[in-house]
């Protein structure tokens, strides 16, 4: 069933947002006049991101000059772009669809503290106690089954069914170097140790198709190409309301041999705003203005299906939260520290350039 939203909520959500832009570009840190155009570099998805950005230029006249990045390196090629250019910044502001290559930003010093007023509506695990990065409007990492192709007796529980010789080519994951793979593959890293991590990325590499990205692994699904797949709830939920016969499996709820369950991971979108940044007034609207209710409720609201950790959103989610199920504990920049090594072991491991 495709989700619509009211044409009077719609129309709430513009008022809303014109008269918050009004204060907070009147803050304008002491600018002789409003910025024409803010550069924001972003992973999420044009189709999710794009009438956001159109809202904001309609109710603020400034240009969003979006950059994009592709589903099959995704994150990974605007990082380094970002990375290639700090001597001479052309971003404003990183807006990632996933928290790992935010945080590598972090490390290189990329990324200027800027404490934002509407950061303070989310909860602390989703905000940097250093005021230079900020998450809301979460994804889920799930298995999606074809409900055609399998009994739910045979249904998967946890990811490391992706290792199950029964299911030997007819299981799926993305690529583990790029976007919120990469980011699941480092909270496993840091959870696990290298031992336990590196056996069970082998053991994928064995034993799971490996594909371009997470749309493709829930459109292979759909299609009946896989009997499962690892992949995020937006590209699940796309499939799902399409009436694609797919059902949604939320992994590692129940925990093995005494250990506490693994849980699910709950990976945010994230904000950077860039040091050197060329228009750093309208970077910091632009990052204030993503943070506000109204626009993750049109995220929570859309065929992305997010889910809503802003304490004043009145959006329900359409998937689990972490309040439903036991979700996966994280120490995202403990994670993003051993990344590296990480990185280096995939890359070998699945023959992937860095």
């Known amino acids: 069933m495709k989700h619509l939203t009211s044409a009077r909520r719609i129309a709430r959500w513009f008022v809303q947002a014109s008269l918050a832009l009004s204060v907070l570009l009147a803050l304008g840190c002491g600018a002789p006049e409003v910025p024409k155009e803010v550069v924001v570099y972003t992973s999420l998805d044009e189709e999710f991101s794009k009438p956001i950005f159109a809202a904001y230029e309609r109710n603020t006249g400034i240009k969003v000059v979006a950059v994009y990045d592709t589903e099959s390196t995704k994150t990974l090629g605007l990082v ?19 928290m790992l ?20 509506d989310y909860p602390r695990e989703y905000r940097s106690k250093d005021n230079d990065w900020y998450g809301f409007a979460a994804r889920a990492r799930v298995l999606l089954v074809n409900t055609d192709q399998l009994k739910r007796a045979r249904w998967p529980d946890s990811i490391e069914d992706l290792t199950d010789p029964q299911w030997a080519d007819r299981c799926g994951i993305a690529k583990p170097l790029f976007g919120t793979t990469a980011t699941h593959a480092a909270c496993l890293h840091h959870t696990w140790g290298a031992e336990r991590f590196e056996k069970f990325f082998k053991r994928v590499k064995s034993n799971c198709r490996i594909l371009s990205g997470n749309r493709r692994v829930a459109k292979d699904v759909a299609e009946g190409k896989l009997l499962f797949g690892l992949t995020d709830t ?49 970077g910091h609207a632009m990052a204030e203005f993503l943070l506000t209710p109204m626009v993750e409720c049109r995220l929570v609201d859309g065929p992305s299906a997010q889910i809503p950790l802003n304490k004043n959103s009145n959006s329900k989610a359409r998937v689990k939260t972490p309040s439903e199920v036991t979700p ?17 072991f995939l890359a070998e491991e699945f023959s992937i350039a860095l």
């Open 101 to 120: 290559h935010t945080l590598r930003l972090k490390r290189l010093g990329l990324l200027r503290k800027q404490p934002l007023e509407y950061a303070q």
């Open 80 to 98: 380094n772009r970002l990375i290639a250019e700090k001597d001479a910044p052309q971003c404003d502001l990183y807006w990632n669809n996933e």
């Open 234 to 282: 937006d590209d699940a939920m796309l499939e799902k309301e399409s009436g694609a016969p797919v059902e949604i499996i939320y992994p590692d709820q129940l925990g093995t041999d005494g250990a506490e369950a693994l849980g699910v991971l709950f990976i945010p979108n994230s904000l950077g705003l860039i040091a050197g940044s060329p228009q750093p007034e309208a």
């Open 328 to 344: 996966m504990k994280v120490d995202w920049e403990a994670a993003a520290e051993g990344w590296d090594s990480a990185a280096k």
